[in-house]
């Protein structure tokens, strides 16, 4: 998708960055996402596996679209951990919306750890066939 149309995204070309306003064993990585666009609007799959409906957080903001999401990985009682690279990660991605969108109406699904959103065009923005009458 270009970034002259509908969504830009943002930090291109990072996996992954250490936050520095967080405690020194979080990490933050950028999610996979698919971005699929027709004429009605887009709809972007992201992947956070390991994350439930309650360690997800979604919002839209002056035209920037942010997913944030914790995940859970469970661990028996009695295993000790030798070497865990990732215990619980952090996800995170941001997105620029074109103003052709309409944020108030987007809707969210995660199933399985993979969130589905889908973010309609406004009315006006989407293609219209135009009556012609003749005289």
Do not use: C, Y
Not at 46 to 54: I, M, Q
Request: glycine share 4%; aromatic share 4%; proline share 7%.
């Amino acid at each position: 998708m270009s970034e002259t149309t509908q969504m830009v995204e943002r930090d291109q070309g990072a996996v992954a960055q250490r936050e520095e306003d967080r405690p020194a064993a979080r990490i933050t990585l950028l999610p996979a996402v698919d971005i699929f666009e027709d004429s009605n609007g887009v709809t972007l799959w992201a992947d956070l596996p390991g994350v439930t409906k309650d360690n997800l957080n979604v919002n839209v903001h002056d035209g920037n679209l942010q997913i944030e999401a914790q995940a859970v990985v469970p661990m028996p009682a009695n295993l000790r951990v030798q070497h865990a690279e990732v215990r619980e990660p952090h996800f995170a991605r941001a997105f620029a919306l074109s103003p052709e969108f309409d944020t108030s109406k987007i809707d969210a699904q995660l199933t399985d750890g993979v969130l589905k959103l889908t973010i309609p065009r406004r009315d006006e923005a989407r293609p219209r066939r135009i009556a012609v009458t003749t005289g």
